[in-house]
């Protein structure tokens, strides 16, 4: 997943570049078609590719901006930053008693 939004990036990767089938990017890198699938759901759903059913995946015309790139939005006082997904440290238990005890 990682090589193709490199190359995407690069421009190594073009749009409209096709990819290689699921069953033979599988075969190549010596993983289950599960994985290649799961790797490439990750990409349409950023956006990077598109699917047309049996005409294949491609590269997007015109792939997202990647976010990160752009750094870290400011957050106004007193706003919380729900977007990373991550919980505050402050509100979880604390685990040293029960991993003492392991």
């Known amino acids: 997943m990682t090589s193709v939004?490199?190359?995407?990036?690069?421009?190594a990767l073009p749009p409209g570049s096709p990819l290689p089938t699921v069953r033979a990017l599988a075969?190549?890198?010596e993983?289950?078609?599960a994985t290649v699938a799961k790797a490439y759901g990750e990409l349409?759903?950023?956006g990077v590719v598109g699917t047309a059913g049996r005409a294949g995946t491609r590269v997007r015309d015109r792939p997202p901006?990647?976010?990160?790139?752009?750094?870290d939005p400011v957050v106004p006082t007193g706003v919380l930053d729900l977007a990373s997904g991550a919980p505050d440290?402050?509100?979880?238990p604390d685990?040293?008693?029960a991993l003492a005890r392991v």
């Open 95 to 97: 685990h040293g008693a």
């Open 65 to 71: 901006v990647d976010a990160r790139a752009a750094g």
């Open 89 to 92: 440290p402050r509100l979880l």
């Open 44 to 46: 349409r759903r950023r």
């Open 31 to 33: 993983v289950s078609p």
């Open 27 to 29: 075969a190549a890198l």
């Open 5 to 11: 939004e490199a190359g995407v990036r690069t421009g």
